[in-house]
């Protein structure tokens, strides 16, 4: 195994032999994988002081075994949130040439590293430098890397083990005048990844890459901010492969939901890159839940280190803090420091393009004419029947669109008289579901957001009827079975489905009805969260 410190400080390991995948394979993702890296690394205003600065490290983190399961077991489920000390992804690829056909793995992952500032030898929580720089102790991250390359074949006979370890080290920065000095250290992390294949079927195989901390036990009470320097942080994988094809785990072939329901994806979730399509030669398997080819928006300048929220806004926000706030942020990370300098010389170009893009339009049918029942919506008309679309499994329950003629344009004044989302109905196979309607979540199979593809079979309660600008509807809901379901309700905090995805439920079942699998799935088994959902019909 061959060791090099890239630039950056990113540590990288390959093993290599013969012709490899494709170079520039994983570059496609490289936005996207970084994004994941970086989100909640440090969140606006950018601020040491900052509360939501005190608390980092949320995603894709592996501590040592004995911190993480002092108190027990962890849990296995696909939520990258929870901490553990393994992280395992499974998916399926085709094999299209098994003669040549050859997988790479990158695991990427960073290093917790202690910027401790000092003056006069003692360590201090701040420095002022007498030409007015602020230093600010505070820890940082390097980003790590490591790559696995091998043949298929030898996957498939055993598999291949890569220590992925980072070095401790220090590195001292004396400041100007001999005013202080600033000292980085960073201990070491012990961690190995294994990269496995087996055979399902002719031209069909599951592969596995299991990446685990290795380190030694730690003190005994040890708080988490000191485990965290052995950990694994925001610990995401590619996959790339020359001479096969990644299959969807999310949107898979129909012939292929059983085995893809079988794949066991545990602290992590698997889903194409690249182009569009069931299938690809490139795969982002990250602690946060994405759709199949994610995309950072072109648009979008430079990371903010906060994925869920709009980039206009905190472009906005960090524009408008004060000069002392901007000094803070800049003492506290390089990074902040490089977000501030993007936002004060963002030309006003760059800056009228984050309000907004439209990425496509579809031509608009003219209105059928369509009689309105009082309080209720998508009530039957002659020129709107009711429909099953093409991508509901047979018997499915048709809904009724929303009869939306006789109502003014979103901006016009009073579109919104009369809709009441609390009373509104819209029907699903002649049943008007409102709130109170309790229902079976069925998502469909194709174009479903991923995290909803988790909750198909499930029952649940709609909680009001909503419509958007474009006049389509959806239903709010909350799970029968979630325990915070009555404190989600408070906050207005519910799940959205379209109306072709779920089947009233009547005559109206008990509330203490349980929730149960789909139909379709596969048969009765124990199961974990961590297996994958696929289409419901085969």
Excluded at 415 to 430: I, N, R, W, Y
Aim: proline share 9%; charged share 25%; glycine share 8%.
């Amino acid at each position: 195994m061959a060791e090099a410190l890239a630039e950056g400080g990113t540590k990288s390991a390959a093993t290599k032999g013969g012709a490899g995948p494709s170079p520039g394979l994983f570059e496609q993702l490289g936005a996207v994988a970084d994004a994941v890296l970086y989100e909640g690394y440090l969140l606006y205003p950018y601020r040491r002081s900052s509360t939501k600065n005190r608390v980092r490290w949320q995603f894709g983190v592996l501590f040592p075994r004995d911190w993480v399961e002092a108190d027990g077991p962890v849990t296995p489920g696909v939520s990258g949130s929870a901490d553990s000390w393994y992280q395992q992804t499974e998916c399926l690829l085709r094999v299209r040439r098994p003669d040549s056909a050859r997988v790479r793995v990158r695991v990427r992952y960073l290093q917790m590293q202690r910027k401790q500032v000092e003056e006069a030898g003692w360590p201090v929580e701040s420095l002022h430098a007498e030409d007015g720089t602020v230093h600010l102790t505070f820890d940082e991250a390097l980003p790590r890397e490591y790559e696995i390359e091998a043949p298929l074949g030898e996957l498939l006979r055993g598999g291949r083990t890569v220590a992925v370890g980072a070095a401790a080290g220090e590195d001292v920065e004396h400041l100007p005048d001999g005013a202080g000095r600033v000292v980085r250290s960073r201990e070491e992390i012990r961690a190995e990844t294994t990269v496995t294949a087996e055979l399902l079927s002719e031209g069909l195989c599951r592969i596995r890459v299991r990446t685990t901390n290795t380190a030694p036990a730690q003190p005994p009470r040890t708080l988490r901010d000191g485990a965290l320097r052995r950990a694994l942080i925001a610990t995401h994988t590619l996959l790339g492969a020359d001479g096969v094809e990644f299959v969807s785990l999310i949107d898979p072939p129909a012939e292929l939901a059983a085995p893809v329901r079988a794949c066991r994806n545990e602290f992590t979730f698997p889903v194409l890159g690249g182009e569009s399509g069931d299938t690809g030669s490139v795969v982002l398997s990250a602690p946060i839940i994405l759709p199949d080819h994610p995309q950072v928006a072109p648009e979008s300048p430079g990371d903010l280190h906060d994925a869920a929220e709009i980039d206009e806004i905190l472009t906005l926000r960090t524009m408008l803090l004060t000069d002392e706030e901007k000094r803070e942020a800049r003492a506290t990370d390089p990074r902040a420091a490089a977000i501030l300098d993007r936002v004060d010389t963002m030309p006003q170009e760059v800056f009228e393009r984050l309000h907004g893009a439209v990425r496509s339009l579809t031509p608009a049918a003219p209105p059928a004419p369509a009689e309105r029942v009082p309080g209720a919506v998508g009530s039957a008309a002659p020129a709107a029947p009711a429909v099953v679309p093409a991508d509901r499994p047979p018997g499915a329950a048709p809904f009724t669109p929303t009869a939306s003629a006789d109502r003014p344009a979103w901006w016009q004044e009073g579109a919104d008289e009369g809709l009441s989302p609390t009373t509104d109905t819209v029907l699903v196979d002649g049943v008007p579901l409102g709130g109170g309607s309790r229902v079976r979540l069925r998502p469909r199979r194709r174009g479903a957001d991923a995290q909803d593809m988790f909750l198909a079979g499930r029952t649940a309660e709609v909680a009001a009827v909503f419509h958007d600008v474009d006049g389509s509807v959806h239903l709010a809901v909350t799970l029968d079975d979630d325990p915070a379901a009555e404190l989600n309700n408070w906050y207005g905090r519910f799940h959205y489905f379209r109306p072709d995805e779920l089947e009233p439920l009547e005559p109206a079942g008990s509330p203490d009805e349980p929730s149960a699998p789909a139909p379709a799935a596969a048969p009765a088994r124990h199961t974990s969260d961590s297996e994958t959902p696929a289409a419901e019909a085969e």
